[in-house]
């Protein structure tokens, strides 16, 4: 069996590592955003035996789920430069017979293979995201199965007993380097902690990356902790905005304060894929590389969770909050009468630009979403309310979540350049960027000693443990009326409900879990409801939540005791650290889209 993601020469193949956990891999994906095959990606292979191989394929077909057409992602597979006969990507299952919207084994043809070295390549046709996982040549007969569980023992049964790197012991491992996971591990870093950050794709950042494009929402220094947000200032971007050029996203700044950090170590292109426990304690983390899918222990005494999707979490066996809790539950009046699985969507960024040169795009119509003039979105780059996924199961469901928000993107360039009343004016329209990373916004929520609740902020309750400022408004999103009447289900637009907060100080008990006596959260899986996450969500706000958690983790190491011997015993140290804040004052303030009414936001401290 050859993994395709180590595959020597990628070509314009991508490492797609976001959906290892519920596929089993990271594959390659051939992501040429309909604009043009991407180069060959090859490899090598030793023959030990001569004689007649069978070639299986593992790929999906990505567009089954929304048409029956034929589908743009496929692909052949060339052996010494001799292409197989049959196309893949197709979805055509070995082991049934029927075309599946799922990952399976697709056959091939056979091959007379000599003792000895060769080559294989994976060669694009479309450019339309066709994927690779795996290469199976069998002299057998048999036909392997479909199933997660028969992919795993093949897995296992050819690619040997994996041998685990023990990479060393920490004071604190981060999972997760999205702004909430960086701020973490920075600030416990500057207040002498040993840190590992362990992030799960190859830039920093998470939605604020080049990779996915969403710009910072929410304000930092403000009270009660007016010093909070200065590391977000250090790592932030000086532009704001969604779907823009890679270098609005400054993902150069986030590494470069990162790496200026000698106390934090950075496992970059690692997925969390285990863990280890003792008692109530996580004890160490196993992380998988993603291209080479080699192993890693990290152990540590404190952790955070900072994935977003309450990975570690749930690993470790943490209780988790995910769709929308009833009215009753909290007594939130902005909560459903019933409890259901809706959730606030991911998004898949995109933009197209105007040059003096015409291009054209294939027309998707026998593929494509099915639109018209009255459902067509003819503009130039997706926002915000450009937003899919929210009856989809945000974590076993993330792939479909992803596929169909490029499918939209697709097929809405597709056409306005072939089919739209004013097409004329889309002549020399170009597709120039579509993100294949999900922007998601919410999926699962890790339970804490205390949920915030839509009470808690619009009451203004006070707290003893006030942190983080909060300035976004409770700001939650549904399918918009007029996509959902179309596309019931499979909504692609989505409407804002913004319900007004004052500044309000998050607990510190909302940061780390109440089952586990080592783990911490920041970032948008911090113990809130489904109501109350329409506030804490932007990222900003989770930069300081970060900082507030790498700062606890501190008080922690420090003083021998847990997440919840700092609110039980250390309160006031963890305030004294706030007050302070961890972040950097002499370098320049370029957060100026945090501004109120123009005016630089007033420091406090209490």
Known sequence: MLLASRFADKGGWTVEQQFIHQMGSSYLLAHGIGVAPVADAKTSFHVETEGEYTLFVRTKNWTKYWSDGPTPGIFQVLVDGIADGETFGTGLSASTGNVSTEWIWQKGGTVRLSEGVHEIALHDLTGFDGRADA????????????????????????????????KGDFDFVVVGGGIAGECAAISAARLGLKVALIQDRYVLGGNNSSEIRVGLGGRINLPPYGSL?????????????????????????????????????????????????????????????????????????????????????????????????????FGESLAPETADDLHMGGSIEWYCEDHNVPCSYPDSL???????????????????????????????????????????????????????????D????????????IGKRESRRIVGDHILTQNDILRKIPYEDASASVSWNIDQHFPRKDNAAVYPGDEWLSEGHLTPVTPYGIPYRCFYSKDLSNLFMAGRDISVTHVALGSTRVMRTCGMIGEVVGMAASICVAEGTTPRGVYENHLEELKQLMRKGTGRTDVQYNQFYTLIDNTAVQIESI
């Open 135 to 166: 290469i199976y040549l069998t002299r057998s007969g048999d036909i392997p199965g479909d199933s997660l569980e028969v992919y795993k023992s093949m897995r296992e049964a050819f690619l040997g007993e994996e041998t685990i790197e023990d």
């Open 229 to 329: 947000g200065y590391i977000v200032n250090e790592i932030g971007p000086e532009r704001g905005g969604n779907a823009r050029g890679a270098h609005n996203y400054e993902d150069d700044r986030k590494m470069r304060v990162l790496l200026e950090e000698k106390n934090i170590t950075l496992f970059l292109g690692y997925s969390v894929v285990s863990c280890e426990k003792e008692g109530k304690a996580i004890k160490a983390v196993n992380a998988m590389e993603v291209a080479e899918q080699k192993l890693i222990r990290v152990s540590g005494k404190m952790f955070s969770d900072c994935t977003g999707d309450a990975s570690l979490a749930v690993m470790a066996g943490a209780e988790t909050l995910s769709g929308r809790e009833s009215r009753s539950s």
């Open 426 to 437: 889309w002549e020399c329209t170009h597709l120039i960027w579509v993100s294949h990373v």
């Open 366 to 424: 026998d593929w494509g979403l099915e639109l018209d003039e009255t459902t067509i979105e003819p503009v130039h780059r997706a926002n915000w309310y450009w937003e899919c996924g929210m009856h989809y199961d945000p974590i076993r469901e993330a792939e479909k979540m992803r596929d169909y928000g490029m499918y939209v993107a697709y097929s809405t360039f597709s056409y306005c350049k072939n089919r739209y009343s004013a097409k004329e």
